[in-house]
Structure formats: C-alpha cells, structure tokens
C-alpha cells in the first residue's frame, strides 16, 4: 500500500510533533517539604536528638521544593541538622518562635552566629515572636529582647570584638543586626503574620506559657500547622481533651499537623514521677489523634517526644513498664479511631507534598 503524498506530509508532521512531545520538559508542579530538624522532647537530652524544630521548605519539583525555607523553633543542634540537609543558614528567610522556652530557642543563638560570620552583608532573616508577655508571676517573656542579645556572651568576652578586628565586612552589632524582629499578638483567631509570593504563615494563641503561639503555612502544594507545645486552655482535668481549642481551630481542613507529644504512661496515675503540671500541658498522643481525624488532616506527625523512643527515663524519671517504640505512640493515636497517616519523629524524618 502506497502513501500518497499528502498521506506522507502529515505523517512526517505527526511524527515531528510527537518527538518534540517527548522531549519537552514536564510541566513543573509546586511542592512542600515539612523536616522535623529535632525532636527531643523538653530540656533533657537523649543520644544525641537535636531540640525541637521543624524546617518547611516551599518551591516546585524543578527545584526540589527549595524556593523558600522557613524555620519554626531553633533547640540544640538544628544547625547541624540543617547542614545534615544541605540547607545553609543563610537560606532562612524566617525563622519563627512557638514560645520563650529554651529546648525552642537555645539553637538560635548558634545558627545567627553563623550566619553573621558569613552572611555579614545579609539578608536579614525575619524573626517572627509573638509581642512581650508577663506571666502570672510577674517576669516578662521577650522574644524582642532575645534576638536584641543573642550576641551578648560573644560581645562581653571580647570574642565578637576580635572577628570584626579580622573581618571589618561584618557588621558591629552582631548577629541582632542581621535579625528583622517582627511581633504579633496571638489571636483568638488565625491571623497571618508573615507572606512571600505564594506562601503565608497563620498564627493563633494557644495556651503553654505565656506568649505560646502555634503556626500554620500555607501554599498552593497544602498547608501545615506547627502546634508548638499547646495544651487544652484549662490546665488539668476534668476537661474534655487535653489538646488545643485554638490549634484545632487554625488546623481545620490542614493536610499536615506537627505537634509536640506526650505519652499516657507519663500520667500521673502511672507511678512515673513524672510532674502533673508539666504532664497537662502537653497533648497526649491519643488526643492528637483525635484533634486530626476531627479536622480532616491526612498526617499528624508527633515530635517533641515525651519519652524519647527507647529511652528508660524521660530526664530523672522512669518509664513505667520500660522504653516505648513507635509502635507504641502508634498505638496510642489509634485508640482516637484516626484513619489519616501518622509518623512518629525522629530527627530529619521528612513529608513531601503533594506525594513524590
């Protein structure tokens, strides 16, 4: 059979068409990435965890979601952690603050120190903390004041006077001078506090310590909320859940949840030592659960563990019935009846959305 010659040109046209099909780059898709950059659960430390942290990092799948990089809460270690992820401080472009206590912040100190070593001429990174609160004993709580002595210790010991003598490039206010303090007053309500192109961060007030807020991003790849470590507004039971009011609120129709955890065996009817206060601040796993199946979240990813997994003290206090796996937070989510994914931290486990 004969082509005629008709027949012969489109067929050699379909044929060009279809080979420039196949040799076009896909089209590229935005993206999000949510790395907890630490999961050590209060103060103590355990076999080398990093201090609670959770990087989000927002972009296409051109550039492996790597456009924008937000930092929530700095413990111990997240330096290292995000050297452990290829992501230099200098790429921050806001690093925000769930409250004053220091397995949030501690890391802080060390990351702008760094960054003002190499990043002297800037960008400043926004550092965004709720407004100055007084707690009901009468101190203050400053995250304003934080980042305006961060460098204070390296200024008093002549150390930061000897880089400048070495470096003139590097400004002479430390790393506060590379900081952009921007404070809130946490709301009853989501209120957005920080915005870049496609990308906001909602904040609301939730209960801990005075000043705790709890955060959600939100992109056109989903949305995440990072609960800090919130508890129920009522400070110890009777009381419904011991979960968030407001961070349920702000997680309502959110794809991820990251939350600080705390294991029932810590309660106080289960000889662990453990102090009541400390325990009924927290969210129990098996509320968290609860709080995500009741907002339609597809993950809730625990940190901030309380125990560690395999640990056989949390600090000076003994785990009733020995060490805990992640079977076993597991386990205790599901008593909720959640049917979304749950991933129990450790330090650097990651989520990409949508699905890879």
Known sequence: MHMNR???HWAASLLIALTLLSNTPAHSEPCMTITLTGTQGGPPVYKGQAGAGTLVQYGDSDNACNDIALQFDAGRGTTQRLSELNVPVGKLAAIFVTHMHSDHTEGLIDLMQLRWHFNSQGPKVDFVVSEDKLSPAGHTLSGRSFADHIGATMIQSGEMAQRLAENKQRLPGGPTDLMNVMTFEP???????WSSGDVTVDAINSNHIPGHASYRVNTPAGS???GGDAGNDKPSPPRGASTS????LLAKGADVIVHSTIHPVMGPDKDSGFPAPIYYRQSTATDLGAMAEKVG????????LIPPLNAIKQGPYPIPGGALSSTDYEDAVSLSGYTGNTIVGTDLVSLTLPEQ
Do not use: C, N, S
């Not at 709301?187 to 506090?193: F, G, I, L, N, Q």
């Not at 009011?245 to 349920?248: G, I, N």
């Open 245 to 248: 009011a407001q961070v349920e």
């Open 297 to 304: 979240a597809g993950y809730l990813m625990l940190t901030h």
């Open 224 to 226: 995440v909320v990072i």
């Open 187 to 193: 709301m009853e309500k989501p209120d957005t506090v």
């Open 6 to 8: 008709r027949h012969a």
